[in-house]
Structures are given as C-alpha cells and as structure tokens.
C-alpha cells in the first residue's frame, strides 16, 4: 500500500482507467437521492437491484431510433422512465392508472425510474402507458432481453482450458415450447359478432345522416325490431342448431341492409365525418359481413383470417387442444429455454406450426451462446424427420424416443434398453420448467389476459412479461448477490486507496468527485 501511494498522478490515472468500471452517467447513487422527510434508501431493496441488472444505456440507444433529429415539438419522456414504467406495471400486476399511483406514492420507484428526488406529483398521465409501448418495437424488446441474459452468463465461472469440452464442442440444453396468449375479448360466437357488427353500423348510420336531417327521412334501420330479437334469443338457455342459424340469418339480414344504406349515404355525404376508430369499423363490419355470410352460404365454420373481434382485429382463434380451452383466441408464442432464462423466439397473431421454428431456434442458439447445444427437449409435434436429420447432423440429442418399432429386448440389449428408457424419462423431465415459465407468465403476470387493445402495444405487453420475468430469475440467484457484495467491497478499497492517496499528496478530496479531483490535480 506504502508503495503504491508514492506513484504519480498519471500512474494513479491509469491504474484507475483500467481497473475501476466506467460508471453510467444516467445511475443515480442511492446517496444522491433527496428525500424531503429525511432518511436514506436500503441499498438491498429490491428495486435499487433490479436498477442495477438493466442495460440502461442500451435501453437509451434503442429508444432514441423512435425519435427525429430536428428538436421540433414538445421534448420525449427519457428512456429510464418509460422503460421502467412498463417494467413496474408488469411487475406489480397492476392497472396503468394503478401503477401511476404506486409511483408517486413510492421513492424506491422513482429512483427505478432515474429521478433525482422524491416527489409527490405523478411524473406522468397514465395515457403515457400506450405510447411507451408503442415505442419499443419486438425486436428491440428481444435484445435487452438477450442483453440481459449475457449480463448474467458473463458473471458465471467460465470453465478453465484443462477441461475437456462435451463431445462435438457442444454445450447446454434447450428447451423450446410453444403457448397462447389471450387477448382480452369475450368469447366470440357467430350471432354475438354479428349483432355487434350491426349495433356500429347504425352508429356509422346516425352520424352520416346528421347533416341531411331536416331535408329527407331517415332510412330504416329496424334496430328496435333486431334488437328485440336478439335479447329474446340470449336470454334462452340452450340454442339448438336451427335455432342459431335462423337468428344467424336475421342478424345478417339488418347488417346487410344497414351496408347498403351507408353506401347509399356517401354517395351525398363524405366519410370524413367518420373519425379513424368509426373508419377502422366500418372496413372490418365490411369484412365480417363478408366473411359470415360466405360461412353461411356454405354451411361452415372455417374461413382464413377469421375476425372474432371487431375492436381488435388482429386477433385471431388459435385451436390448441387443451382441455379446459380448446381454442383461445389471441397471439401464438414460440419460446426457448436456456438455464432458467426464457426467450421469446416468435409472436405471430396466426396460427402456426411450431414444429418449423425449431431450426431456426437452434441455430439461434448457436449465434447466442457460439456452439450448438448438446440436446433439445421439445414434445411430440417437434419431432419431425427434418429436425431429427439436422439435430442427427450436428450431433444434437433431441429428447423422446426415435422412430420406428422399438427393438427386441434380450440379455445382451437389456442395460442398453434400460438406460435409453431412463435418458427419455429424465429428457420428459428436463422439459418441464418451459411449462413452468408459462404458468409464471399466466399466473404471476399478464400472459393469461392481455388488456392491450392495438397489435404493437399487445406485442410489447407481451414481451415486456418474459424480461420481467427474467429479472425475477436474477434477481433470486445466489451469484447477482455476491456480485453486488463484491462491487461494494471494490468501492470500498477504492475509497479508501485514492483518500490515503489524495491526503498524503494534499488534494482536496470531495466524495463521489474524488477521482475527477485527482486526475485534474
């Protein structure tokens, strides 16, 4: 120590550079956060970790693609806060104007979110939700999700070059799975959509007839008549097949006549009475007549790019098999596992296979961690002959039995046998915490309901639930704790070494400038 202290500044200067982490900018010390009422913040709470686990300056980067260079108009939220917005709405399981309140009502969330100190006023509208969503696309949502893993595999004890890696160089396991997402619509039948579709176009009819009342009659709509009808039909408990496609038929019937009224309506008044939401459902009511009627004509169930919703269109009936729900209605979600760490590998809002991403989340793999992984635990609809040749050609085990009949059993074959049956029951086991991961995204957070009404701020909802939950796997893990000791043992000697330093060689010393005092000394 003795020694080191007779070094000269530019030797302090370097050794400085070199083993001290550069510091962010925008991390507010827990010392520097005013509190009025007096006190200080706990350095192991729970949000002054999670603060420390996120790459803010990624997140910083990505957020200002959304925003021109011109410095026109009012100035954007910063990046921290809106990010961290979505992360506390996620986390605490809570409403957008709930979560406003849980913000100001808590300094620990506003040092999350990078203010300087405490204060009593909402720091924004809880309008603000929907544009921050709208602000992070899925992409960008993918890499700090996958910054965020690195962060925690950097940490890790990497394997000294004595030990031999798995054969083929292959290393980890991945689990893959796919889930539905519902959306937060009710069940949607035949009669009940087109009922809706019918009550918006008279709306649609009323507004476009506003500027001709007084100068001819209004056209018919029945609506009292339809109205009448329907409420008489969901009021019976059961409704027989005839008795569905008659009241199918009338729906149809008024819809169709109000269609042929707005047509008729245009011809002397613009659209652009219509504001954008009445536009929107004028073109899917157009759809949906379109859609029930042709199912109708036919006799079917089954049409491509079935509306089931007229507020959000996107959605779309996603048949999985399940017994409590055979057939949600939502976005379809492909997913891989690797160390506890989920990812969200695709979102489409139609139905897909999944069995075809399997590939493609291998070789993703491959580009994440830079070797293939030595198995793949996946269920049944995975296993199909393409993916069992490439996962044969890369030297990947894929969990389950092969194909074929399964081979006689004699004495010669019997331990063989056995420990195959023993692998392909621990590879079933292995495969189980991707279905936890699902139940934590339904269960704890909002992956079993999504309240968000627009496809790009109902993808971002999405994924905001898999960083969350990621955080969550980090925030329980032994090695974050021991590295936050150790970044507190650093700054520690850190002070004590340029205090003795800035004393014997008389320079002022100033707390958290104490480096920049140097330096310029």
């Known amino acids: 120590m003795q020694r080191f202290l007779t070094f000269s500044h530019q030797t302090l200067a370097l050794f400085i550079q070199k083993h001290v982490p550069k510091k962010n900018t925008r991390q507010r010390t827990i010392e520097d956060f005013f509190l009025p009422f007096g006190g200080k913040l706990r350095s192991d709470n729970r949000w002054v970790m999670l603060a420390d686990m996120i790459p803010w300056e990624l997140i910083d980067s990505l957020y200002a693609e959304h925003f021109s260079k011109s410095r026109t108009g009012p100035r954007a939220k910063p990046s921290r806060l809106a990010f961290g917005a979505l992360i506390i709405k996620e986390r605490l399981g809570v409403s957008d104007e709930e979560a406003i309140e849980h913000i100001r009502e808590n300094p620990y969330l506003q040092y999350f979110l990078g203010m300087r100190k405490f204060e009593d006023e909402a720091p924004f509208d809880s309008s603000m939700y929907v544009h921050f969503r709208k602000r992070f696309s899925l992409e960008q949502l993918g890499q700090i999700n996958e910054a965020i893993a690195r962060a925690e595999r950097s940490h890790k004890e990497v394997p000294s070059d004595d030990q031999d890696p798995p054969s083929g160089g292959n290393q980890g396991k991945l689990i893959v799975d796919a889930t539905c997402a519902p959306a937060d619509i009710r069940y949607p039948t035949d009669v009940s959509l087109a009922n809706e579709a019918r009550e918006k176009s008279e709306q649609i009819i009323d507004i476009l007839f506003n500027p001709l009342r007084g100068y001819q009659r209004k056209p018919r709509t029945y609506r009292k008549k339809a109205r009448r009808l329907f409420v008489n039909y969901s009021k019976s408990r059961k409704h027989p097949a005839r008795q569905r496609r008659k009241m199918l038929r009338q729906q149809l019937g008024f819809l169709g006549r109000n269609l042929k009224t707005i047509a008729k309506l245009t011809e002397q008044v613009p659209l652009s009475l219509l504001d954008r939401y009445q536009y929107r459902n004028l073109l899917v009511i157009h ?235």
């Open 287 to 521: 759809e949906v007549y379109r859609q029930q009627l042709w199912m109708h004509e036919n006799r079917c169930h089954r049409i491509s790019d079935r509306i089931v919703s007229i507020s959000q269109p996107h959605v779309r009936p996603i048949v999985r098999g399940k017994v409590s729900a055979p057939t949600e209605f939502g976005a379809k979600l492909s997913a891989s596992l690797v160390d506890g760490f989920v990812f969200l590998d695709r979102l489409d809002w139609n139905a897909f296979n999944e069995s075809g991403d399997l590939i493609g989340q291998i070789e993703t793999y491959r580009q994440r961690f830079g070797c293939y992984p030595v198995s793949v635990h996946c269920d049944k609809i995975y296993r199909t002959r393409d993916n069992r040749k490439f996962c044969k050609q890369h030297s990947i085990r894929i969990s389950g039995p092969p194909l074929g009949r399964p081979p006689k059993v004699t004495d010669e074959n019997a331990a063989e046998h056995k420990a195959k049956k023993l692998q392909q029951r621990q590879d079933e086991l292995d495969r189980i915490p991707i279905e936890g991961k699902f139940g934590q995204g339904k269960r704890r957070f909002s992956l079993s309901r999504v309240m968000a009404k627009l496809s790009e701020t109902s993808e971002t909802a999405m994924a905001i639930v898999f960083i969350v939950m990621n955080l969550e796997k980090w925030l329980k893990m032994p090695s974050f704790f021991l590295q936050l000791a150790l970044t507190h043992l650093m700054t520690a000697v850190e002070n004590a070494i340029v205090r003795r330093f800035c004393i014997q060689n008389r320079v002022d010393y100033v707390g958290d400038l104490k480096m920049l005092s140097c330096l310029k000394a």
